[in-house]
């Protein structure tokens, strides 16, 4: 599985963001999606993820009730999309999409996007 991450860049506090991770590659081995993200001296975060069977999510607590997180897949893609709105500077952080795959011979691995930074200023 690859990872390509897109969106972030520099936004004004109360804006709205999207940030998008496409998968490619034995995108059917991926049991979860998500994103975390990680700001200098600080553990990296999970922020939202959600399961491909049930599609169940999760929401850290600064988030919830101003994100959603979605999964789709089309034409060999499966994509994860956080949507953040009213946005504040506390989110400014580097955003990692993270696949979680697994098959009987291999077992569970993580799979990471290279990062993409998110800037809110004031």
């Known amino acids: 599985v690859q990872l390509a991450e897109f969106g972030g860049g520099l936004v004004q506090a109360d804006d709205s963001l999207r940030l998008s991770c496409v998968a490619t590659?034995?995108?059917?081995?991926?049991?979860?999606m998500g994103w975390y993200r990680q700001v200098p001296g600080k553990q990296r975060e999970l922020v939202a993820n959600m399961h491909t069977d049930g599609g169940s999510t999760y929401y850290v607590d600064s988030v919830k009730g101003r994100s959603t997180i979605s999964l789709s897949t089309n034409d060999g893609k499966r994509t994860v999309t956080l949507q953040l709105n009213s946005l504040k500077p506390e989110d400014t952080a580097v955003y990692y999409c993270?696949?979680?795959?697994?098959?009987?011979?291999?077992?569970?691995?993580?799979?990471w996007g290279q990062g993409t930074l998110v800037t809110v200023s004031s």
């Open positions: 993270k696949a979680v795959t697994f098959r009987h011979l291999t077992g569970t691995r993580d799979v």
């Open positions: 590659g034995d995108i059917f081995s991926i049991n979860n």
